[in-house]
């Protein structure tokens, strides 16, 4: 008989936790300070080149603001570092710091060994037909719309998005503002009022410090 669709996705859901919960249960016995979400962030900022906030959102499937308070929080610990791009000042890019680096790698082989542990009791042919499996998945999850799709119309909305540049200039200030499909939007106003740095943040040039991010969705 096969397995019904309600214990399927408890039982991927279940096991998802449970590795979760023995990577970082690994580290930690195993003395290393990162946690297992801290570690995937600092490997993506390292294995991407000039990564931006965007990218950290993107890699862990989290809003903008999310990911931009998390970075926050590894620059404090020293982990990261934020730099302004040599080429838009508007733009920061990423970088681990040397600790960050150190942390990373040590993180690297005791994950590695759990990992191995883990799937150790499948077979190469069960490994690859899991595999495909989960892909399957994620592919009828992906939110892009499908062909035939009847998704309605699309908008931009900020929700309460600030921005405060290196060096205290606050560009944008507590922002709301939901733009329709098909309407025309001008912004207007003195240089330095943040015309621009909102329109970098559609394109996910800039990220903001607060609020939930520029989302572009369909309506329902």
Known sequence: MATNTSSLFTALVGAELRVWNS????????????SLGRFLV??????????RIQEVAESQGITL????????????DG????TPCEHDRRAIILTVTDAGIDH????ETIIAAEQDRLFAPLSP?????????LTLIAEASDPAPQRGSTQGPRMIRFDHVSKTYPGGTRAVDDFSLTIE????????????????????????MVAPDLGHGVRARAKT
Not at 65 to 76: E, H, N, P, Q, T
């Open 42 to 51: 600092l490997r993506t900022v390292r294995d991407t080149r000039a990564c």
């Open 181 to 204: 499909q098909g309407s025309t939007t001008v912004f207007l106003g003195t240089s330095g009022c943040g015309k621009t740095t909102l329109m970098r943040m559609v394109n996910a």
């Open 65 to 76: 603001g999310a990911a931009s308070r998390l970075v926050d929080r590894l620059r404090r």
């Open 125 to 133: 042919n069960q490994r690859d037909s899991f595999a495909r499996a």
């Open 104 to 107: 990373l790698a040590s993180a």
């Open 79 to 82: 982990l990261l570092h934020r």
């Open 23 to 34: 990577l970082e249960a690994a580290l930690t016995e195993a003395g290393n300070p990162l």
